[in-house]
């Protein structure tokens, strides 16, 4: 609501109206009124530092007392990237932790145990960061849980699953296939580096690491026996994500991907308690405790014009500079949306794990011409270009369509996709068949 | 980028449908190559797709195309005539347009529309803003400044159309929205916030029989793809965008999907599934309809935004709008 007024009331008048004594004053914290303020990060909402914090703690505290799927005294496990955010919230989590520990403090304790999670995707990056995570994590003496990303290759989702069958992309006869086969014994680390650089174009490669990580820190959840992952998404990534996963087709999971409290594997619940932060609030945050991180990656121009995920975050950046409240419409707007579930399937996809509409197996080849037999016959039959769809996309979400087409092979190379994959293609196939 | 080798292969290139014709254009959204023959077919064709699946017509129905000379409307009026003989709609086709009273632009594209009406062998009717509210744009401008005349024109043409079709007996208009248009204003409405708009902006047909109903053909035909066959076929069309640039904000998401697109030509078909998963039934039917207390025209609310409109311009407009600050007053009359 607040929020609407600000994107259309962008009109250049609103900052000359302004008399000009009420700029130069010296703006006092809007909470306490009696200190100068020394934030304004939310631009109409200044606070000194004292109230700044609070804030935040109050902010973060509220999200996990809306979390309802999280139960008391269970255990939470931690998503540590090591940003900025996560950074933040990691202290933020601990310090909420160890003052409900507190028996003054006169509250129930609501968790446990907590954990720290990182995923080393060095293989990718060429870079590795693990141990300046262990530095970071080293001082709140809590356990810390390392998985090299290309990990995902030999793990199972399914509990009593011995039966480790392994998933070749290659081409045949000029079209992709993906077939089911036994597992070769591949190498994890070399079937994770060619199947990240048989996809050409950075905005899918993108999308492979975003599913493949999220998946990785719910296995660890799952197997390590923590019932509640914890990731530390800023308002500001869910707007970004908002954008970006809209124009990447991935409009149909939304509800599920931003959701604050979500469930994509069985028994691990995830929470994103900074949803209602802003980045630039986590930033201060760790300016104030001095607390280090590890730094964004920096990418030119060329880079960033070829991935939607860096494009949408420069795009909601400019936008956010000049109408401040930009992440919380974009956040809001989203949290509004849902899905009408008749329009789905009751099978998931098998890469990303999120739902798959009805219609996407088609949508593309039914909203276009790729074939024309007689140019003067306009009583052509257009369901026959449905022949030539994918096998594989009835297994898979659009975005995962997306992502598969792009895998570009040269000749008789195969790559692998990883374990999970093949385990949720054959329940299907099972499912459909019985 | 590199010297010789693609430039052979480029000589020797077909069209990668019929693999015969010299290719002219790449197709954004299948990224075949294709020759000028086979593009006629599937352009025409997957909007004959479209409107099958869509469900859009009825036999004998009579079917306004809004018409502003510009060449969405133009190859719209011009595909529509084509397929309704080609496929047999047996649909009664009119052209209508708006007059906005816009000086130097609206005179010479009417004009493109007048000759197109000619061609096409379609009736054609025109009304304007200065008979239906007393006001045209270039006088609405004068008025109420530079500021949102997007907007304030938007609403006033929604009801113009409306009126102009009932004037004509026709229940069902078309519009020429296109992909792009459509892509743009899923992510304009996400940007603003209004998840009404949102969860009907990709419907193909808006409204219902009880009233006039607006189709957009072109929901999945690319822009470029227009631009293209409006050149390839010599279509007569008025080229120049209209004089009162659009806000800044929806300039953004412009700059935008073009960059999005130079990653992904697909993206605007992309950005349509991803807008169609957060479309929801029940926003298309607007809830009760009234008709307007001021002006007797059907109306969501008990004035209608047109009304709402003309009696701030009445009053002095660019008072009425800034004191309201809050400007949600009028977020409604975006389109
Ligand atoms: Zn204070
Ligand atoms: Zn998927
Ligand atoms: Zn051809
Ligand atoms: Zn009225």
Redesign the interface.
């Known amino acids: ?1 607040d ?3 600000k ?7 609103s900052s000359e ?1 302004l008399p000009a004594e009420k700029k130069k004053k010296i703006i006092n914290c809007l909470k306490c009124k009696a200190k100068p303020h020394n934030v304004n990060i939310r631009k109409n909402y200044p606070l000194c530092k004292e109230c700044f914090l609070s804030f935040m703690q109050h902010k973060f505290r509220t999200n996990i007392g809306q979390a309802k799927k999280v139960k008391k005294g269970v255990n939470v496990l931690i998503a540590l990237s090591g940003g900025n955010c996560s950074r933040a919230l990691l202290d933020i989590f601990y310090k909420y932790h160890k003052g409900a520990e507190n028996p003054k403090s006169g509250k129930i304790q609501r968790f446990k145990d907590i954990a720290v999670a990182y995923i080393d995707d060095s293989i990718i990056t060429g870079e590795s960061h693990v141990q300046k995570i262990k530095e970071i994590v080293t001082p709140y003496d809590i356990p810390l849980l390392i998985r090299p990303i290309e990990d995902i290759f030999s793990i199972s989702l399914d509990d009593n699953n011995d039966n480790y069958k392994i998933i070749t992309v290659k081409n045949k006869d000029g079209k992709k296939e993906l077939e089911i086969s036994q597992n070769t014994n591949i190498d994890n680390k070399t079937a994770m580096k060619e199947l990240y650089e048989s996809i050409p ?1 950075l ?1 899918d490669k993108e999308c492979l690491i975003n599913n493949i990580r999220l998946v990785l820190l719910n296995y660890m959840a799952k197997i390590s026996k923590y019932p509640v992952l914890c990731l530390g998404d800023s308002s500001t990534k869910v707007a970004i994500d ?2 970006s ?8 999971s ?1 509800p599920e991907d931003i959701a604050s409290e979500t469930e994509l594997l069985k028994d691990v619940v995830i929470i994103k308690p900074g949803k209602t932060l802003l980045k630039e609030e986590f930033i201060q945050y760790n300016e104030y405790f001095d607390l280090d991180y590890i730094p964004e990656k920096q990418y030119n121009s060329s880079e960033i ?4 995920d860096l ?1 949408s975050a420069g ?1 909601i950046s ?2 956010q500079e000049n109408f401040p409240s ?1 992440v919380t ?2 956040v ?3 949290n ?5 579930e008749e ?1 789905y399937s009751s099978y998931h996809c098998s890469l990303c794990l999120c739902p798959i ?1 009805k219609d ?1 197996e088609k ?2 080849a ?7 037999k007689d ?1 003067t016959d ?1 009583n ?1 039959d ?1 369901t026959e270009v449905y022949k030539n769809i994918p096998k594989y996309y009835q297994y898979l979400c ?1 975005n995962c369509h ?1 992502l598969i087409d792009s895998i570009n092979l040269q000749e008789n190379q195969t790559v692998y996709l990883p374990y999970y994959v093949a385990e949720k293609i054959n329940k299907y196939i099972s499912a459909s068949s019985s | 980028m590199s010297n010789v080798k693609p430039n052979i292969k480029r000589q020797k290139r077909v069209c ?3 693999k015969v014709g010299k290719p002219v254009i790449k197709r954004p ?2 990224g ?1 190559m294709v020759c000028k ?2 593009f006629y ?2 352009f025409e ?2 909007i004959h ?2 409107i099958i ?1 869509g469900n859009l017509f009825k036999e004998n129905e009579r079917v306004a195309i809004g018409a502003s000379g510009g060449k969405d409307s133009t190859v719209l009026a011009y595909v529509m005539n084509l397929l309704n003989k ?2 047999n709609y047996h649909l009664d086709l009119v052209l209508l347009s708006i007059d906005e009273g816009i000086t130097g632009y609206r005179d010479d594209s009417l004009e493109t529309v007048k000759r197109n009406a000619r061609q096409y062998n379609l009736p054609l009717k025109i009304v304007s803003y200065k008979e239906l509210y007393g006001w045209s744009m270039d006088e609405i401008v004068k008025e109420a400044g530079n ?2 005349n997007c907007t304030f024109c938007g609403v006033l043409r929604r009801q113009a159309l409306d009126r102009g079709a009932v004037m004509l007996g026709a229940k069902h208009i078309l519009t020429g929205h296109n992909a792009d248009d459509i892509a743009e204003t ?2 304009m ?7 009404p708009r ?2 009907r902006c990709t419907f193909i047909t808006t409204g219902n029989d009880s009233m006039i109903k607006r189709s957009k053909p072109f929901k ?1 035909t690319y822009e470029k793809e227009i631009v293209m066959y409006a050149h390839y076929k010599k279509l007569d069309y008025f080229s120049t965008e209209c004089i009162y640039a659009p806000n ?2 929806r300039g ?1 998401a412009r700059v ?1 999907l073009k ?2 697109e ?3 030509s ?2 605007i ?3 349509i ?9 029940s926003s298309n039917t607007l809830p009760s309809m009234k008709t307007c207390e001021r002006c007797g025209y059907m109306s969501s609310n008990k004035i209608c935004k047109a009304c709402i409109l003309l009696e701030g311009l009445n009053k002095g407009l660019p008072r009425y709008l ?1 004191k309201k ?4 007053n009028y ?1 409604f009359l975006f389109i």
């Open positions: 609501m929020s609407n007024k994107i259309n009331c962008r009109s250049d008048s109206d174009l905005a908002v954008i996963n809209t124009c990447k087709g991935r409009g149909s939304l014009a070829k991935s939607i494009i795009f400019d936008l930009t419409t974009v809001s707007t989203a509004k949306i849902t899905v009408e329009n509409r996407s949508w593309l039914s909203n276009s011409i790729t074939e024309v140019r306009y052509y257009h659009f997306i | 990668d449908i019929c959204k299948t075949q023959e086979c077919f599937v064709e997957e797709q479209t699946q080609r496929h500021k949102n899923v992510l409405n996400i940007l603003r916030g209004d998840v949102l969860q999945y800044a904000f953004n935008f960059d999005l130079k990653v992904r697909t993206a078909m992309d950005i599934y991803s807008g169609e998963s957060y479309e929801n039934k800034i600050k809050t400007l949600i977020n």
